[in-house]
């Protein structure tokens, strides 16, 4: 059974970092794009880093010099590195892959079928 599981969510105060992992199970990480995306209360879902299956990167303006996505291909695990976090980045954080193979990687929402449960991330000031 295809699954996606997130790890490493919690609390931290602002300036802190973390990592988030994500755990895949009945595919490979490799041959898809992969992203991450949060979402706030009373916001939209938003993505915040996607990786396209032979490893090109794509980020929104407001992280690109602060969070880094990669990954394991040998564990099958997803991470998204964040630094120098600051209350806006306060959500629930979510690791998903993208519908089908190949094509475009991006960090539309739509595009992606298969989603995990959620971390929360909650940055104090």
């Known amino acids: 059974q295809e699954q996606l599981v997130e790890s490493g969510g919690g609390s931290v105060q602002t300036g802190g970092s973390l990592t988030l992992s994500c755990a895949a199970f009945?595919?490979?990480?490799?041959?898809?794009?992969m992203g991450w995306f949060r979402q706030a209360p009373g916001k939209e879902r938003e993505g915040v880093a996607v990786?396209?299956?032979?490893?090109?990167?794509s980020y929104p303006g407001s992280v690109s010099d602060r969070f880094y996505i990669s990954k394991d291909s040998a564990k099958n695990i997803l991470y998204l590195r964040m630094n120098d976090l600051n209350p806006d980045d306060t959500a629930m954080y979510y690791c998903?892959?993208?519908?089908?193979?190949?094509?475009?990687?991006?960090?539309?929402?739509?595009?992606?079928?298969?989603w995990g449960l959620g971390t929360q991330v909650t940055v104090s000031a």
């Open positions: 998903a892959r993208k519908r089908k193979t190949g094509g475009a990687c991006s960090r539309g929402a739509s595009l992606f079928a298969l």
């Open positions: 990786i396209a299956d032979h490893g090109t990167t």
């Open positions: 009945g595919f490979e990480v490799r041959d898809y794009c």
